[in-house]
T-cell receptor
Framework: AQSVTQLGSHVSVSEGALVLLRCNYS??????LFWYVQYPNQGLQLLLK??????LVKGINGFEAEFKKSETSFHLTKPSAHMSDAAEYFC??????????????FGKGTLLTVNP | DAGVTQSPTHLIKTRGQHVTLRCSPI?????VSWYQQVLGQGPQFIFQ???????GRGNFPDRFSARQFPNYSSELNVNALLLGDSALYLC???????????????FGPGTRLTVL
């Protein structure tokens, strides 16, 4: 079974500072990993996904994540935070849900606050 | 192009009632998944449908059911509502044309269900 742990339910940074959101996974097979962002009262938007092509994945809005197998991690970073980055971020792993079908298993989320 | 649409946006029901939530996928997408997101938690997988057939089911009681129509839209039904069913219900669509485990899911804005 696959699972995801997001370390830190709330991260607060200053505008212009580095953003680091942590995600560790557990998987019995090579994982496929995703980061989604959720703005207040909205659905989830895909930021980036790792599908084994490259360990450093670049996404939208300047975000990137690095897959580290030895550390079972897939941390999300952005060099310089903007006020508009304030949202909840979810890490997810693609997990088998039966037969050849897959589902997303999400972490509990990290709320990012950006201070002026 | 229109994204995933869901209706209604908000719904208030009382315990014991029945509710139907609706979802229209992105044009050309054949797979629809449903998720429940309780306040402060990550989304939890409920169902996945592909080409009108159920392809995956999460750990939810039989009070939850769903179906997919020939135009690939979908309904989620919940019977005998409990207070604990209060949540944001998210629908996601994907093409279903690529390997399932890497298939990007696109989320709708959700239906906020409140059970009193």
């Amino acid at each position: 079974a696959q699972s995801v742990t997001q370390l830190g339910s709330h991260v607060s940074v200053s505008e212009g500072a580095l953003v680091l959101l942590r995600c560790n996974y557990s998987s019995s097979v090579p994982p496929y990993l995703f980061w989604y962002v959720q703005y207040p009262n909205q659905g989830l938007q895909l930021l980036l996904k790792y599908t084994s092509a490259a360990t450093l994945v670049k996404g939208i809005n300047g975000f990137e994540a690095e897959f580290k197998k030895s550390e079972t991690s897939f941390h999300l970073t952005k060099p310089s935070a903007h006020m508009s980055d304030a949202a909840e971020y979810f890490c997810a792993v693609s997990a088998r849900s039966g037969g050849s079908n897959y589902k997303l298993t999400f972490g509990k989320g990290t709320l990012l606050t950006v201070n002026p | 192009d229109a994204g995933v649409t869901q209706s209604p946006t908000h719904l208030i029901k009382t315990r014991g009632q029945h509710v139907t939530l609706r979802c229209s996928p992105i044009s050309g997408h054949k797979s629809v998944s449903w998720y429940q997101q309780v306040l402060g938690q990550g989304p939890q997988f409920i169902f996945q449908y592909y080409e009108k057939e159920e392809r995956g089911r999460g750990n939810f009681p039989d009070r939850f059911s769903a179906r997919q129509f020939p135009n690939y839209s979908s309904e989620l039904n919940v019977n005998a509502l409990l207070l604990g069913d209060s949540a944001l219900y998210l629908c996601a669509s994907s093409s279903g044309l690529v390997a399932a485990y890497t298939d990007t899911q696109y989320f709708g804005p959700g239906t906020r269900l409140t059970v009193l």
